[in-house]
């Protein structure tokens, strides 16, 4: 009997103790391979969902008849930071997810819902690796090389970016935390002043 209540005792603390202790913290960072690969973050569709967006296009060239979202998730560690500061922390990482839209399907009858992912991108900020950089991903198994910093892409978010070369503009949730922050860009309040 003695033994029998000791065990209960045992366990009970032992649970105890589970509960108090604080939980070990697991990183939401960038993970590279040993020749500098971005690996894909697999996880990403659990972290903090930013906005979405239908046929969006930065250039006047879209493909007519063709319909694509976007979806934008953010690494719970930035955004977290983000909420706090109105601005990115170091290893903040933003996926962009292009899905097709299609109006044909099931039992819809107007409008358009999400199918099949086209591409992922991946907008990271490591100051280690030189801050800002842009990863394309075929799919998600294969570990992406950084693209080019001489590509369009990190022109155009240094010039339009609203905060720290990030599209806030978009993220409907984020944008007055960073106007109350007062973490705007200028080139991007510049830009809000011409219209």
Same mark, same amino acid.
């Given at each position: 009997?003695? =033994?029998?209540?000791?065990?209960?005792?045992?366990?009970?603390?032992? !649970?105890?103790?589970?509960?108090?202790?604080?939980?070990?913290?697991?990183?939401?960072?960038?993970?590279?391979?040993?020749?500098? *690969?971005?690996? +894909?973050?697999?996880?990403?569709?659990? @972290?903090? +969902?930013?906005?979405?967006?239908?046929?969006?296009?930065? !250039?006047?060239?879209?493909?007519?008849? *063709?319909?694509?979202?976007?979806?934008?998730?953010?690494?719970?560690?930035?955004? #977290? !930071?983000?909420?706090?500061?109105?601005? @990115?922390?170091?290893?903040?990482?933003?996926?962009? #997810?292009? =899905? *097709?839209?299609?109006?044909?399907? !099931?039992?819809?009858?107007?409008?358009?819902?999400?199918?099949?992912?086209?591409?992922? #991108?991946?907008?990271?900020?490591?100051?280690? *690796?030189?801050? @800002?950089?842009?990863?394309?991903? =075929?799919?998600?198994?294969?570990?992406?090389?950084? $693209?080019?910093?001489?590509?369009?892409?990190?022109?155009?978010?240094?010039?339009?970016?609203?905060?720290? $070369?990030?599209?806030?503009?978009?993220?409907?949730?984020?944008?007055?935390?960073? =106007?109350?922050?007062?973490?705007?860009?200028?080139?991007?309040?510049?830009? #809000?002043?011409?219209?």
């Amino acid at each position: 009997m003695h =033994r029998a209540v000791l065990a209960v005792v045992a366990i009970a603390i032992a !649970s105890a103790a589970t509960v108090i202790a604080p939980r070990a913290q697991t990183s939401d960072g960038p993970a590279y391979t040993a020749d500098g *690969r971005l690996n +894909f973050p697999a996880g990403y569709r659990t @972290w903090v +969902f930013l906005s979405s967006g239908l046929d969006m296009s930065y !250039s006047p060239f879209a493909l007519p008849g *063709r319909h694509s979202f976007t979806n934008v998730f953010v690494n719970p560690g930035a955004y #977290e !930071s983000f909420q706090k500061t109105g601005t @990115w922390p170091d290893k903040t990482t933003l996926i962009l #997810e292009v =899905r *097709r839209g299609e109006t044909s399907g !099931s039992i819809n009858k107007n409008g358009q819902f999400q199918t099949d992912i086209v591409q992922t #991108e991946v907008h990271l900020k490591d100051e280690a *690796r030189g801050g @800002w950089a842009f990863y394309g991903f =075929r799919d998600q198994t294969t570990p992406a090389t950084m $693209t080019a910093r001489t590509a369009d892409c990190y022109a155009c978010h240094q010039a339009n970016g609203a905060v720290d $070369t990030t599209f806030v503009q978009f993220y409907p949730t984020l944008l007055p935390l960073a =106007r109350e922050k007062k973490t705007l860009s200028t080139g991007y309040l510049a830009g #809000e002043a011409k219209k």
